[in-house]
């Protein structure tokens, strides 16, 4: 279990990190979303004992991370694929991490056959590897230690669609076994197939958090009608919330049944009346950030 609780963290008088509260429990994958300096790499860093919060805490188990007796066998951590020695071999890697941890050398094998990485580019050095790779390889060296818990900060950087598919499956599987997974992205889409739960972050502050299929379920219906300008005259009258998409339809805060008895009793036609789904998530986090920074998480 990873608890954070009213997590802050302040760099002169700029808050990267604001009163952050959430936790990851057991069997579930955590979406952990937001733009460009929204205070995710902040916030795991904290949780990881690598930076120190101005006020709040974050555990791992109930203890911080700096308590934890042998780390690396309890929570993998992948925060910069680029942080691994240039000069070593994947393989050199994985067997100083190995040996460091009190580890069987055969976790180095199973470890590498785990990320698909395989004999001829373990023998490379990293220097030589993709961004792909090296992303292949902090997973690795994550799951090395057979930990239960896992923090990955934009493990998909890097990867093509093959490899993000891969890494999806890995991930579901780790939680399907029971493990927990904290995993952070800037974009919805990438998150959302493997997620079960969505903590949103926008200007270091969470703007949303919850079951990824209730957040779904209470993202809106799409609706379209013959007669748009009577649509939006019914939904005013009905005191409902309406947001245009880009392509004429809207995405009214209110369930199918409501909507279609109020269209009904105007005699209007509608074309469209669906659940918004993923896009009406998006529109969500949009009216509910209403500022720059998380528009850019959710295109
Ligand atoms: N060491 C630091 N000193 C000063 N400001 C920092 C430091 N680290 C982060 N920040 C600032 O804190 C804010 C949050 O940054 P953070 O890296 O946590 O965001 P992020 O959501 O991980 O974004 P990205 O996806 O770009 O990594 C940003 O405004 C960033 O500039």
């Known amino acids: 279990m990873i608890s954070v609780d009213h997590l802050s963290k302040r760099y002169g ?35 990881c004992g690598l930076t120190a919060p101005t006020s709040g805490t974050a555990t791992i188990d109930g203890r911080p991370y700096q308590r934890l007796a042998n780390p690396g066998r309890r929570i993998g951590v992948l925060l910069d694929a680029s942080a691994q020695h240039a000069g070593r071999t994947g393989r050199e890697i994985l067997t100083l991490a190995a040996m460091t941890q009190g580890l069987d050398r055969r976790r180095v094998d199973e470890s590498l056959d785990r990320v698909g990485l395989n004999n001829t580019a373990a023998k490379r050095r990293v220097k030589a590897y ?23 900060d934009e493990p998909a950087n890097g990867l093509d669609p093959e490899g ?8 579901r599987d780790f939680a399907d076994r029971g493990g927990t997974v904290l995993l952070s992205s800037h974009l919805l889409r990438e998150v959302e197939a493997v997620a079960d739960r969505l903590v949103v972050i926008g200007g270091g502050r969470v703007v949303a958090q919850g079951d990824k299929d209730e957040l779904l379920a209470a993202s809106g219906t799409v609706v379209r009608a013959l007669d748009m300008a009577g649509l939006d005259a019914v939904l005013t009258r009905a005191g409902l919330t309406a947001v245009t998409s880009a392509d004429g339809s809207v995405v009214v805060q209110a369930d199918a049944e409501t909507i279609g008895r109020a269209a009904a009793q105007a005699a209007l036609v509608l074309l469209e009346l669906r659940p918004a789904g993923s896009g009406g998530l998006e529109q969500m986090f949009l009216t509910l950030t209403a500022g720059d920074s998380v528009k850019e998480a959710v295109r």
């Open 130 to 152: 993709s961004l792909g790779m090296r992303q292949r390889l902090g997973l690795a060296y994550a799951l090395l230690g057979d930990p239960g818990i896992l923090i990955l």
């Open 164 to 171: 993000i598919f891969w890494m999806r499956g890995l991930l």
């Open 13 to 47: 008088a700029h808050p990267a990190v604001n009163d952050v509260s959430f936790t990851c429990g057991p069997g579930t994958v955590t979406g952990f979303l937001g733009p460009n300096g929204a205070g995710k790499s902040t916030t795991m860093r904290m949780i």
